[in-house]
């Protein structure tokens, strides 16, 4: 860490301090910039409808957007340094895709059996169970898979080939599926910061903390992972032991976000190369926390986005974060070629 | 420290090993060039060397340690390895490449200590790579990205260091320049230096011995003597 980046830090605090607060200030009903000040001090001068719509929903969708951001950041981060691939994202693992099915299955399949109605109802905690299910039976499946294959590529394949057979399982329970259920799926699918409420955020931010804390433990031997597993292993890292724990913060923090925000691509992709860009270094000990603000800092204004200022729309925020994120990703393989 | 073989198989089956009977004595201070057509097992015993494989039989030491049953830790205190391989990591400059030789030092965070840096930068200028500290690694010529290498393996400060091919994709120059600066770190900060090559007019007479693995499957530890050493390949 020299003095430019903690330049860069402080600077970066600094967009994710204004970008989080677009968030309260800006939305479908327009509340004066001066009374959302006052609802946030706790002042009682203030309308109920307005304070209501800061407190219980720009507030929590605003912490949704930051925490999901910089938990999608930090796990794509440890995916491209563990598989030596800058391409690679929570994705690849095939953990959202776990966690989509686990909902699939909740939603339309017991659409399917008549539940539909009740599931809509407790759709907080079902779902999220049901993804978590999803995740970790998938995170599972792969870590069995990366002892017995040590190819990164093989790796990426049969990730991807996961992802696929899952997507497949899901159009065949949505073809079964009645209207509402899959109107429901659908729309957990676009990914959304706003419908995650007050109690979600207290689970979302404690799983989301403690996860970018283990990835700022796991910083040494990410390092040492940046040359492969031989050099890993000559410099005395334990290379099996380490690569376990990545799996698991990874999982735990691509893993909650997909639970309750939906699967939002590219975030865990892009971040990572726009921290390495702006940092201009390969150390996690930095890359880690400037991948943890700045992902939290786009997922703010994609938050910002989705909401439409100024219209009664919402936005899918799946489609904003790919519509900025697919550009970044070509850059980067465009970077790749030239070398 | 004593590098020393008796009676080793290397390979991957232990009925069938790719290589049998080596045996060596190695001391401080010495260059060794490992020589053998492709497919012999240099890389194989190069690897079982560097602790990353397990011999098949016989005894491998270092300093009376079986380097089999060394932690990861206590083998990265004693053996630093160059690879071959391509390393392309975004971003990283010459000197933070060359700190993450300090790795096994470090504590559990991994941050470079007063110390470290000061290792850092002694090396740099044992390898006249100072001016390139602030380079990106992935924009260095392959000249200069062996000597960055070795300069990461040489931060380690390990009394063995282990290099498949260092010469192999240099031009005549930068050969020459990496060939004598492992003659000098044997030499000057006495470590003992084992690697392989296909190069021997280069490389012999920067050695103090060669071990040849020939294509009957003989191990012979010899002088680095040029015409000796070419009549045990016809």
């Known amino acids: 860490m020299n003095n430019r980046h903690v330049i860069l830090f402080v600077l970066l605090l600094l967009v994710l301090v204004v970008t989080f607060l677009m968030q309260l200030f800006v939305g479908s009903v327009h509340i004066p910039v001066g009374e959302v000040l006052h609802i946030l001090m706790g002042s009682n001068q203030v309308s109920d409808v307005w304070r209501n719509i800061i407190i219980e929903s720009r507030l929590p969708g605003a912490l949704a957007a930051l925490f999901a951001g910089a938990g999608l950041a930090v796990s794509g981060l440890q995916m491209q340094t563990m598989f030596r691939n800058p391409v690679a994202g929570p994705y690849v693992l095939g953990i959202s895709a776990g966690a989509s099915l686990g909902v699939a299955v909740l939603i339309l399949a017991s659409g399917f059996i008549g539940y539909s109605a009740e599931v809509h109802q407790l759709s907080g905690i079902a779902i999220i169970a049901a993804a978590a299910l999803g995740s970790v039976a998938v995170f599972l499946i792969n870590f069995f898979i990366s002892f017995r294959v040590r190819d990164v590529v093989a790796i990426l394949i049969i990730g991807l080939m996961i992802g696929g057979g899952i997507s497949s399982l899901i159009e065949i329970l949505q073809a079964m599926s009645g209207n509402e259920a899959l109107k429901q799926y659908v729309l957990w699918t676009f990914g959304s910061f706003r419908y995650v409420n007050n109690t979600q955020i207290g689970y979302l931010s404690v799983f989301i903390v403690f996860g970018i804390l283990v990835a700022l433990g796991l910083s040494k031997s990410l390092n040492a992972l940046m040359l492969g597993d031989t050099y890993a292993s000559s410099l005395g890292l334990h290379v099996q032991r380490s690569k376990f724990w990545i799996v698991f913060c990874t999982s735990i923090l691509a893993g909650s976000v997909t639970a309750f925000c939906g699967p939002i691509g590219f975030v865990g992709l892009a971040v990572p190369h726009l921290a390495r860009s702006i940092f201009k270094s390969a150390n996690h000990l930095v890359l880690t926390p400037a991948c943890a603000l700045l992902g939290g800092a786009v997922c703010c204004v994609c938050n910002v986005i989705a909401g439409a200022p100024g219209s009664d729309i919402i936005l899918p925020v799946n489609a904003i974060t790919s519509l900025l994120g697919a550009p970044v990703v070509i850059w980067v393989i465009l970077k790749q070629k030239r070398m | ?234």
């Open chain 2, 1 to 234: 420290m004593v590098l020393k073989a008796e009676n080793l198989s290397i390979g991957y089956r232990a009925e069938s090993p790719v290589f049998s009977a080596i045996d060596f004595s190695v001391m401080q201070g010495e260059v060794i060039a490992l020589v053998g057509i492709n497919g012999a097992g240099k890389s194989t015993l190069l690897r079982t060397l560097a602790g990353l494989q397990a011999p098949m039989a016989g005894a491998l030491t270092i300093d009376g340690i079986e380097i089999n049953q060394m932690k990861a830790a206590e083998r990265a205190a004693r053996i630093s390895i160059v690879l071959t391989e391509r390393i392309n990591i975004d971003h990283i400059t010459s000197k933070d490449f060359i700190a993450l030789g300090r790795l096994p030092f470090s504590n559990w965070l991994g941050a470079v200590s007063e110390k470290d840096n000061e290792v850092i930068v002694q090396t740099m200028n044992v390898l006249q790579i100072a001016h390139l500290q602030n380079r990106t690694f992935n924009e260095l010529s392959d000249g200069e990205k062996q000597r960055v290498s070795i300069a990461r393996a040489l931060a380690q400060e390990t009394q063995l260091i282990i290099l498949d091919e260092p010469t192999a994709f240099l031009d005549f120059k930068a050969k020459h320049t990496v060939l004598q600066l492992l003659q000098d770190i044997a030499s000057q900060l006495h470590k003992t230096i084992l690697f392989s090559t296909h190069d021997l007019e280069a490389a012999l007479p920067h050695c103090t011995s060669a071990w040849v693995m020939t294509e009957d499957r003989k191990f012979i530890a010899t002088s680095s003597n040029l015409d000796e050493i070419k009549k045990l390949f016809r």
